[in-house]
């Protein structure tokens, strides 16, 4: 048995296929582009510093032991052979194995689920049943269908999407779209309402709690001590201490998890969010019928984009920046000036803000623990996207479970566990890359917002764009077609910086 203090975890990296083989070439283009004009460091190529990576600060890890288990590890071999731990781990005796999900939104409500109909005795510890994050609440449609999301849920179907730039020169987008394609709009209440029921449907039980903290095994198949606050109808709002012992826990809490400071998981950069729910004239609210709208500009936000989302019966109104935190309300109010004609006469009904995480964390499993959705920081740079991420990670973690335990008949080790991490960093780290150098590229002044606008503008662009966040796959370009919005990329660029240099020396 040994005692490893979570500083000294190996920091994971991504294990990915080449960049090149996973997106469009123009893409691809824009990337060298970046990276021409921004040379990496050997230093950068690593994952402690990938996207702004910070290693774990000792505030995260100090006073946390784990008792990490000396079952033998999946390890990757040169050979490429699979270990498969389960088949060395010791069956369960005389019950199922127990996990507990702390944190319900998308991530938790899916892993939960997973779990509980793999045959784990599963426990989502949530405590706001009635949350309601601020959240563009965008999903794309391949979510729907994969999660079997039933269509009353969506408040909105939306078909048109304008994209408005800093001189306010708006772009419609959409018109690729097939009859039968949209994004979803959706409330985060409703939206995790339903896949926590369906988690208690399955079997998991749901507990209406705080999650305090937990004690770390104190040996290889000990459990985990969780210490929670539960709330009930019989200690009302005050709630009483309460424990739950498990075999394994799984982090669904979000950006400010407290599962990830257990393992030391480290810091990361991110955004504040904020949301304000407009209630708006019938009349105006018909033209949000299927219609979403983003606004890019110094005045909006620095680093990010603002943006009018329509709901059942109003509007969502937000704005997020990372690197000017403070001025987030001037931002806010900048974005209501952008739209005020359309919103005009509408009442504020609510307001929401939040940390959004910028980049996955720097660790994200320790022992049998591991950490999904916005606690482990899969939130894309450049679109904000977090919710199909937050429910395909919690799925993705949950079948590894089920699988290494044999539908909950075996103890797993985190051999187990880091397959879900392989699985995903295969699957999604090229699309964060991307989207953090198309960030960097086009979000950094507004000339270049007015040129990544303009690009918008093109019919090929937005056929590959949608086609691959309605179905989050990597869509085969055309090869003449990628030479041509390549060529225009290129010169919207090089107007962008130009117009740039000009506008620098009027402010001299």
């Given at each position: 048995?040994t005692?490893?203090?979570?500083q000294?975890f190996p920091i994971?990296?991504f294990s990915?296929p080449?960049?090149s083989?996973?997106?469009?070439p123009?893409?691809?283009?824009i990337y060298?582009?970046?990276?021409c004009s921004?040379?990496?460091?050997m230093a950068?190529i690593s994952?402690?510093t990938?996207?702004?990576?910070?290693?774990s600060?000792d505030s995260?890890?100090?006073g946390?032991?784990?008792?990490?288990?000396?079952?033998p590890a999946a390890?990757?071999?040169?050979?490429g052979?699979?270990?498969?731990?389960?088949r060395?781990s010791?069956?369960?005796?005389?019950?199922?194995?127990?996990?507990?999900?702390?944190?319900g939104?998308?991530a938790?409500?899916?892993a939960?689920e997973?779990l509980?109909?793999?045959?784990?005795?599963?426990f989502l510890?949530?405590r706001?049943?009635?949350?309601c994050k601020p959240c563009?609440g965008?999903i794309?449609l391949?979510?729907?269908g994969?999660?079997?999301l039933p269509?009353?849920?969506?408040d909105?179907r939306v078909?048109?999407?304008k994209?408005?730039?800093?001189?306010?020169v708006?772009v419609?987008?959409?018109?690729t779209l097939?009859?039968?394609e949209?994004?979803?709009?959706?409330?985060?209440?409703v939206?995790d309402a339903y896949?926590r029921?369906?988690?208690?449907a399955?079997g998991?039980?749901?507990i209406?709690g705080?999650?305090?903290?937990m004690?770390?095994?104190?040996?290889?198949?000990?459990?985990y001590v969780?210490?929670?606050t539960?709330y009930?109808?019989?200690?009302?709002?005050?709630?009483d201490r309460?424990t739950l012992?498990?075999?394994?826990v799984i982090g669904a809490d979000?950006a400010?998890?407290?599962v990830?400071?257990?393992?030391g998981a480290?810091?990361?950069d991110?955004?504040?969010?904020?949301?304000?729910?407009?209630?708006?004239?019938d009349?105006k609210?018909t033209?949000y019928?299927?219609?979403?709208e983003?606004?890019?500009?110094?005045?909006v936000?620095?680093?990010f984009?603002?943006?009018?989302?329509?709901k059942c019966d109003h509007v969502?109104?937000?704005t997020?920046?990372?690197t000017?935190?403070?001025?987030?309300k001037?931002?806010?109010?900048?974005t209501r000036?952008?739209a005020k004609?359309?919103?005009l006469?509408?009442k504020?009904i609510?307001?929401?803000?939040?940390?959004?995480p910028?980049?996955?964390r720097?660790r994200?499993?320790?022992?049998?623990v591991?950490?999904?959705g916005d606690?482990?920081?899969?939130?894309?740079?450049?679109?904000?996207e977090?919710i199909y991420?937050a429910a395909?990670s919690g799925r993705?973690?949950?079948?590894?479970?089920v699988?290494?335990?044999?539908n909950?008949?075996?103890?797993?080790?985190?051999?187990?566990?880091r397959?879900?991490?392989?699985?995903?960093?295969?699957?999604?780290?090229?699309?964060?890359?991307?989207l953090?150098?198309?960030?960097?590229?086009?979000?950094?002044s507004?000339?270049?917002r007015?040129?990544?606008?303009?690009?918008?503008?093109?019919?090929?662009?937005q056929k590959m764009?949608?086609d691959s966040y309605l179905?989050?796959?990597v869509v085969?370009g055309?090869?003449l077609?990628d030479?041509?919005?390549a060529?225009?990329?290129?010169?919207s660029l090089?107007r962008?910086?130009?117009l740039?240099?000009?506008m620098?020396?009027l402010?001299?």
């Amino acid at each position: 048995m040994t005692n490893l203090n979570p500083q000294f975890f190996p920091i994971q990296r991504f294990s990915t296929p080449s960049i090149s083989q996973t997106i469009s070439p123009t893409l691809y283009l824009i990337y060298l582009l970046h990276f021409c004009s921004h040379p990496p460091t050997m230093a950068s190529i690593s994952l402690k510093t990938f996207v702004g990576l910070r290693q774990s600060s000792d505030s995260y890890s100090s006073g946390y032991v784990l008792h990490v288990s000396n079952l033998p590890a999946a390890q990757p071999t040169s050979r490429g052979l699979r270990i498969v731990a389960g088949r060395f781990s010791p069956k369960v005796s005389g019950r199922n194995l127990r996990v507990a999900v702390v944190g319900g939104g998308p991530a938790g409500g899916s892993a939960a689920e997973t779990l509980a109909k793999g045959g784990v005795e599963t426990f989502l510890i949530e405590r706001k049943l009635d949350n309601c994050k601020p959240c563009g609440g965008a999903i794309p449609l391949c979510m729907v269908g994969e999660f079997d999301l039933p269509l009353d849920i969506i408040d909105r179907r939306v078909t048109k999407m304008k994209m408005i730039s800093p001189s306010n020169v708006a772009v419609d987008i959409g018109q690729t779209l097939k009859p039968h394609e949209y994004i979803g709009m959706v409330r985060r209440e409703v939206l995790d309402a339903y896949l926590r029921e369906r988690a208690a449907a399955s079997g998991a039980s749901v507990i209406n709690g705080l999650f305090l903290k937990m004690d770390a095994p104190i040996g290889p198949t000990a459990p985990y001590v969780l210490h929670y606050t539960g709330y009930d109808s019989k200690t009302g709002g005050v709630g009483d201490r309460r424990t739950l012992e498990v075999d394994a826990v799984i982090g669904a809490d979000g950006a400010n998890s407290r599962v990830a400071k257990f393992i030391g998981a480290g810091d990361y950069d991110y955004a504040i969010a904020f949301q304000e729910r407009i209630k708006i004239p019938d009349d105006k609210m018909t033209y949000y019928e299927n219609l979403a709208e983003m606004y890019v500009g110094d005045d909006v936000s620095p680093d990010f984009y603002g943006w009018v989302f329509p709901k059942c019966d109003h509007v969502a109104v937000g704005t997020g920046t990372v690197t000017h935190k403070s001025d987030i309300k001037k931002f806010q109010l900048a974005t209501r000036l952008r739209a005020k004609d359309k919103i005009l006469g509408g009442k504020i009904i609510r307001v929401e803000a939040h940390p959004i995480p910028e980049h996955p964390r720097p660790r994200r499993l320790a022992g049998r623990v591991a950490l999904v959705g916005d606690a482990a920081g899969y939130v894309t740079k450049c679109s904000g996207e977090g919710i199909y991420f937050a429910a395909k990670s919690g799925r993705m973690c949950a079948e590894a479970i089920v699988e290494g335990s044999e539908n909950g008949k075996r103890m797993v080790d985190e051999g187990d566990l880091r397959k879900y991490l392989e699985k995903w960093d295969k699957t999604y780290w090229p699309t964060y890359k991307v989207l953090d150098v198309l960030q960097k590229v086009f979000y950094r002044s507004n000339p270049a917002r007015e040129a990544f606008v303009e690009m918008c503008a093109d019919e090929y662009v937005q056929k590959m764009t949608f086609d691959s966040y309605l179905y989050k796959k990597v869509v085969p370009g055309n090869p003449l077609e990628d030479l041509k919005l390549a060529v225009n990329t290129i010169g919207s660029l090089v107007r962008a910086n130009a117009l740039r240099r000009e506008m620098d020396k009027l402010t001299l």
